[in-house]
C-alpha cells in the first residue's frame, strides 16, 4: 500500500526533453527523485523569455497541476525544487517589470486600450484566421492554445480563498460557468477538447508541450506565477480581467475562422460559446470583481493595472511570434504538426 504523500502520478502527462541547463536539471530531478543540479549563477545568465528557462518553470508549475507520468506526488513541495523555482520566478518577474516600468499603475488608464477594438487588425492572430487563415494555421493554433485551454480556469481558481465579499462572490460566480454551472460536458476544458478532436488533433492533456515555444509558455506561465503567490492576487484578477475583456471579440473572429474552414461544429462551438459568455463575464469581473477587491485592498491597484499590462505584453509577444512564422511560411510550433 502506498503511504499517503508519496503517490505516483499515472495520469499526467509524459515529461519532455530539456531545452538547456535548466530545463534538463529539473527534467532529471523530477526523473531520478533526486535535487536538480545546475551550475551557480546559470539562472541569472538565463534569457527570461527564452525556451530553456520558460520550460522549466513550466515543468516545476506543473507539479501543482497534475503532475506527470512517473513523477512521485509530493515533488509539489520538494524544497530544492522550490528553490529553483523561486529563482526562475524572480528572473521572470524582474524582466516583466523591467519592460513594464512605464504602464499605467491605475485600472482605467491600463484597462482603455483592451477595452476598445483596434482600427487596424493587421497584427491581429484572429483576424488573420479570420479572414485568410488556413485550416493548417488554426490546427497549430489550437495545439498551441491547448497548454491552457485543456486546463482552462485552473490557475484563476487560486484567488478564490484571497478575496472576500462582493469579489469572492463575482468570481465564483464566473468560475462556476467555466467549469460548466454543474455539467461536465460544459468544462471549458472539455470543450477545448472537442474541438481539438474536431480539428484531427490530440486532445490528451499535456500533448503539445514539447512543441509548444517559449512565448506560449511564457503567457501559461504568468497565470500559475500570479496564482500560486498571494502577494500577487492583484495581479492575477489583473490578468483574469483582461483575459475577459478581450476574450470575446477574439472568440467572435475565431468561430467565423472555424466555420470558413469547415473545421467542425465542435471547434466552432467552443468560440462561439465564449462569444457569449465573456461579453457578460466581462462587466461582472470589472464591475464586481475588481470593484470588490479595490473597495477591500485599494492598496493592489498598481497591482491589478500591472496584470493587465503584463498578459498584454506576453500576447502581443506570442502573436508577433506566430505571425512572423506564418507571414515566412513556416509553422509557429517547434516541430510541424503530423499532416491531418
Not at 526562475?88 to 518577474?93: K, N, Y
Not at 472568440?251 to 461579453?279: I, N, Q, W
Amino acid at each position: 500500500m502506498t503511504p499517503t504523500g508519496s503517490s505516483t502520478a499515472t495520469v499526467g502527462p509524459a515529461l519532455v526533453q530539456g531545452r538547456g541547463e535548466l530545463s534538463e536539471a529539473v527534467r532529471d530531478a523530477l526523473r531520478t527523485g533526486l535535487p536538480p543540479e545546475y551550475a551557480t549563477g546559470s539562472v541569472l545568465k538565463a534569457d527570461p523569455w527564452g525556451e530553456d528557462l520558460q520550460l522549466a518553470l513550466y515543468l516545476l508549475y506543473e507539479l501543482h497541476y497534475r503532475g506527470f507520468e512517473g513523477v512521485k506526488d509530493e515533488r509539489e513541495w520538494d524544497p530544492d525544487l522550490l528553490r529553483l523555482r523561486q529563482a526562475l520566478e524572480t528572473r521572470f518577474l524582474h524582466a516583466l517589470r523591467t519592460e513594464l516600468r512605464d504602464a499605467p499603475r491605475s485600472v482605467e488608464e491600463a484597462f482603455a486600450p483592451p477595452l476598445v477594438e483596434p482600427v487596424d487588425l493587421t497584427e491581429s492572430v484572429s483576424h488573420h484566421l479570420e479572414t485568410e487563415g488556413e485550416l493548417w494555421q488554426l490546427r497549430e493554433y489550437a495545439a498551441l492554445r491547448s497548454l491552457y485551454h485543456l486546463k482552462e480556469a485552473d490557475p484563476h481558481v487560486w484567488v478564490i480563498p484571497r478575496l472576500t465579499g462582493r469579489a469572492k462572490a463575482a468570481m465564483v460566480a464566473i468560475e462556476y460557468d467555466e467549469f460548466g454551472a454543474g455539467h461536465p460536458d460544459r468544462i471549458h476544458a472539455r470543450l477545448f477538447a472537442d474541438l481539438m478532436t474536431d480539428l484531427g488533433l490530440d486532445p490528451t492533456y499535456g500533448r503539445y508541450l514539447d512543441q509548444a515555444p517559449a512565448p506560449l509558455l511564457a503567457t501559461v506561465n504568468l497565470m500559475s506565477l500570479f496564482g500560486l503567490h498571494r502577494a500577487l492576487r492583484g495581479a492575477l484578477v489583473g490578468h483574469f480581467a483582461c483575459v475577459e475583456v478581450t476574450s470575446s471579440p477574439g472568440s467572435r473572429r475565431l468561430a467565423k475562422a472555424m466555420r470558413r474552414c469547415e473545421a467542425g461544429p465542435a471547434a466552432e462551438h467552443f468560440y462561439t460559446e465564449h462569444v457569449e459568455a465573456d461579453a457578460v463575464h466581462e462587466q461582472v469581473v470589472r464591475h464586481e470583481v475588481i470593484g470588490g477587491l479595490l473597495a477591500d485592498e485599494p492598496a493592489l491597484e498598481p497591482d491589478i493595472a500591472f496584470g493587465c499590462a503584463a498578459t498584454v505584453l506576453l500576447e502581443d509577444r506570442l502573436a508577433a511570434h506566430i505571425r512572423d512564422a506564418w507571414d515566412q511560411g513556416r509553422t509557429t510550433l517547434r516541430t510541424p504538426l503530423p499532416l491531418r
